[in-house]
């Protein structure tokens, strides 16, 4: 097996070709379950923004930088460096410029940027993925350089499929540097999709709710020796059941947003009256102390469960929810103990199937041993709340992100 390897990227390019995605992370050297990459891939086929947290070194980056070449992996070089975009965010970014560029007036030409380059390229091949890698999202506010992208995300309708545009300069068309035709406006095209990386530091700043609303947030945390030096996972059963997703996302223009139709087939394809129940009783459980979601988030839970029905082995409603739970509910959770104590036991107890009364015997960090509980529904979140309700114990204060 051979690679090359791209300093400017900073990623490892496959000389090889394999359409089976797990076969393929493999053999690119890096530990990640079964699981972890089926819940990438589905979050990311349900809204093109995933935010990646974690540990330093537990792959976050890498998972999205492998995940892209194999998409992209019959592509030849040149081809494959216009659709995979390496950003690391700057500090200093206060505005849209460092991902966008900006107009020169003393030379009259536009400044183009990597991101710039990939989106108008995204525009001109609608029916292949773009995608772009911010890493250290978190550096800069992201509420400042990407708001323009969050905002256009959640404009895109069935009559605009592409949303609204950002303006980049002030004529008609303006060339750039590098001889491009600039727009003065452009859309963010449907096919592009974002992966932002965090780290959690004194150097880096807080996502906002309204950040962390429009996202699927997945969790890297975990480090097992054990199960590194035999690259097993056990507990796997929220798995592709076809390996082969290197088509699977091509978009479909007038479905590129999750919408209540995305609610209604998750309600008729799965037990609907227990979907129901169960999104239910977590606004229940939420609504008095504020703490609840909004139909997007309900839309986009959805969505995701429809496409779980559809590419998931032995497909379980729990099992989906489970990860919904945990990648787009609870990520919004931070505060102090008056806050968050109530609201974090009652989930805790929502978790287990008797509904049962919170006692210190519910705090259970071993994930492995509440995959195995038949008593536990949701055990993946379980295990986050308890690691959160622990901390706020300690500190006084729990935030999802750590």
């Known amino acids: ?65 492998i995940f892209a070449d194999y998409i992209c992996q019959n592509d030849v070089p040149e081809e494959r460096s216009k659709r995979i975009v390496f950003i690391p965010v700057r500090p200093d970014w206060m505005d ?18 990597s991101l710039l380059e990939l989106l108008l390229e995204a525009k001109k ?11 250290e999202m ?62 959690v530091d004194e150097s880096t700043y807080m996502f906002s709710p309204k950040v962390l609303d429009r996202a699927n947030v997945i969790e890297f945390n975990e480090v097992n020796l054990g199960r590194y030096n035999s690259m097993l996972v056990q ?30 087939r998750a309600s008729e394809l799965t037990d609907g009256p227990l979907f129901l129940n169960i999104l239910g009783d977590i606004l229940n459980t939420l609504a008095p102390h504020t703490l609840h979601f909004g139909y997007r988030v309900i839309n986009e839970i959805s969505r995701f469960i429809v496409y779980t029905n559809e590419a998931v082995r032995n497909f379980n409603l729990e099992d989906a929810l489970d990860i919904q739970i945990l990648q787009k509910i609870l990520p919004k959770f931070h505060g102090t103990q008056a806050k968050l104590e109530e609201p974090l036991k009652k989930l805790l107890e929502f978790c287990y199937r008797d509904h ?6 519910l705090l259970s960090r071993d994930l492995d041993r509440l995959m195995e509980d038949k008593r536990v529904r949701f055990p993946r979140s379980a295990c986050k709340l308890s690691r959160m309700i622990n901390n706020l114990k300690i500190q006084g204060y729990t935030s999802y992100i750590e």
């Not at 049962?356 to 015997?361: D, G, I, Q, R, Y």
Request: hydrophobic share 30%.
């Open 1 to 65: 097996m051979e690679f090359s390897f791209n300093e400017k990227k900073r990623t490892v390019k496959p000389l090889f070709s394999n359409k089976d995605i797990f076969y393929y992370f493999e053999k690119m050297g890096f530990f990640f379950s079964k699981e972890v990459i089926t819940r990438y891939y589905l979050s990311l086929k349900t809204k093109p923004f995933i935010i990646l947290t974690g540990i330093s070194g537990t792959g976050k980056t890498k998972i999205a930088q």
């Open 96 to 113: 849209n410029r460092g991902l966008l560029g900006y107009y020169n007036l003393l030379d009259e030409k536009y400044h183009t940027t």
């Open 125 to 135: 091949n609608p029916d292949k993925p773009y995608f772009v890698i911010l890493d």
């Open 138 to 199: 978190n550096l800069a506010k992201v509420e400042q350089y990407f708001s323009d992208f969050l905002s256009i995300m959640e404009s895109r309708t069935s009559s605009s499929p592409d949303g609204e545009p950002i303006p980049l300069c002030f004529s008609e068309s303006t060339e750039s540097r590098n001889g491009l035709s600039i727009p003065p406006k452009l859309n963010i095209p449907p096919n592009v999709y974002f992966t932002g990386t965090v780290n």
């Open 235 to 264: 507990n796997e059963r929220f798995i592709l059941q076809d390996s082969d997703v290197t088509e699977g996302l091509s978009v479909v223009r007038d479905s590129s947003f999750c919408s209540k139709e995305d609610f209604t």
């Open 356 to 361: 049962t009364v919170f006692n210190e015997s």
